[in-house]
């Protein structure tokens, strides 16, 4: 019999939302990226993502405009349309040593190749750590829903990436992302989560053929 844990949107709609209490920081011009990776560097693990500015023309398409890298207390959005892409930043995501953890992150080393020649090292795709704990789902708002029993609010993924200036609404949002990874890292590290003992753990119905 196969097994898996999943949720259902319902369910999610029903959590707390998740806040990031940590201190935020916003990159926005070559002089403060050095700092910025000296203080990453002091971390073993970080969680990573990328946000890019929605098309929503046939045919247009954005380069990725913010790079986000937390540790436990603080998240620093690096945005990447005004700095371009920094050599300490690049030597960052290419040290082997720091632990770098992210979701779908072959997609996002895509979109960053178009921008750098990056070769990202030392990265742990989520996607492939929760199946060694029967977790279907793939995408951050269920897993974290799942861990943690709290929903990761998405209203601000479709907005403008290269505004002028990030809200609010946005820095929260994408450090969010970035520090949902790092925590989902950390608690299927620690073996503290058992798939039989989740709520959502149920036996997979088999299609008719």
Not at 39 to 66: C, I, K, Q, W, Y
Not at 160 to 165: D, F, I, S, T, V
Not at 168 to 189: F, G, S
Request: proline share 4%.
């Amino acid at each position: 019999m196969m097994h898996a844990v999943s949720i259902d949107k319902q369910d999610i709609n029903r959590m707390p939302v998740v806040n990031f209490e940590g201190r935020i920081h916003v990159i926005s011009a070559v002089s403060q990226v050095k700092s910025a990776v000296t203080a990453l560097r002091t971390a073993a693990v970080v969680g990573f993502d990328t946000e890019t500015r929605p098309s929503f023309r046939r045919g247009e398409r954005h380069n990725v405009a913010l790079l986000q890298l937390s540790t436990d207390d603080d998240a620093f959005l690096f945005r990447l349309h005004k700095t371009g892409f920094p050599a300490p930043l690049k030597r960052f995501l290419e040290d082997r040593s720091i632990v770098k953890v992210g979701l779908s992150t072959s997609d996002d080393f895509h979109q960053l190749a178009r921008v750098s020649d990056v070769h990202p090292e030392g990265f742990v795709e989520l996607q492939q750590m929760v199946r060694r704990f029967e977790i279907t789902d793939m995408s951050l708002q269920k897993i974290y829903a799942i861990l943690f029993a709290r929903k990761i609010s998405k209203g601000q993924q479709l907005t403008n990436w290269e505004a002028p200036q990030l809200s609010e609404a946005q820095q929260h949002y994408a450090a969010i992302d970035a520090w949902a990874c790092l925590r989902i890292y950390q608690l299927l590290q620690s073996g503290s989560f058992v798939p039989q003992d989740s709520p959502y753990y149920h036996e997979l119905v088999e299609k008719e053929p």
